[in-house]
């Protein structure tokens, strides 16, 4: 017999089954990136792999940056700003590679309390002699204690039209309340790995999976009864 409670639904044992696991679905942080074995995370195939040298790290502590210019949007700034750049040793991309993403660890110590981080310019060096490069977004942490050790990564993929010999270019633009220790590259081939996480964690996805389950609810007699 089922249990009349005061909002008048009627609820029966495999119902209360199904409302828990749809509420627990939903209460899972699932805007937080999934935990994914470093392979398929970028790509299929780690195509190179660097250090920027002592030397080069060294360069950045004395770098002053440039002022934006008035007017710039602070996009054009940061790319058209002086920077300290490092090119890496060549190596070659297929187009039955694509994507290549270029992923870059930096790490480093906050001087003081706030926001710290650095500015990026990522890109190749291509067999032409031409550089093709963007901003790296991600390459910042929001809220750091002084003396703080941090980690953080950014990437950027690149679709090439033709097998040829490249060249990572990395040029640092401006470092914000940070001591930077080191600086790691890693070039990957092929689609990254998309986990069930990933697919169900935006809200379009939850919007369409909590329609289907209270529909399901309905239909299993999760619904006012008759008088």
């Not at 994914?36 to 040298?53: M, S």
Request: aromatic share 10%.
């Amino acid at each position: 017999m089922a249990e009349r409670i005061d909002a008048g639904v009627s609820f029966r044992p495999y119902q209360w089954s199904l409302a828990a696991a749809f509420a627990a679905f939903f209460c899972i942080p699932l805007d937080a990136p999934a935990q994914l074995p470093e392979k398929g995370k970028y790509g299929k195939t780690l195509v190179a792999h660097f250090r920027v040298p002592p030397e080069m790290v060294a360069k950045y502590a004395g770098f002053t940056a440039s002022p934006p210019k008035p007017g710039d949007s602070p996009v054009i700034s940061a790319m058209t700003a002086d920077s300290v750049d490092w090119v890496s040793p060549v190596f070659d991309v297929k187009t039955s590679g694509n994507p290549h993403t270029l992923v870059v660890t930096m790490t480093g110590s906050a001087k003081a309390d706030g926001g710290a981080g650095a500015i990026w310019t990522a890109g190749w060096k291509l067999d032409s002699g031409t550089t093709v490069s963007t901003l790296l977004p991600g390459l910042a942490k929001p809220e750091a204690k002084a003396g703080e050790w941090f980690m953080v990564t950014g990437a950027s993929p690149t679709t090439f039209k033709e097998d040829r010999s490249v060249a990572v270019d990395l040029g640092l633009v401006r470092a914000r309340n940070m001591d930077i220790a080191s600086v790691q590259i890693d070039v990957w081939s092929g689609a990254a790995d998309v986990s069930f996480l990933d697919v169900v964690g935006g809200w379009p996805a939850r919007l369409v999976i909590f329609g289907l389950v209270l529909m399901a609810l309905w239909r299993l007699g999760f619904r006012r009864p008759r008088s």
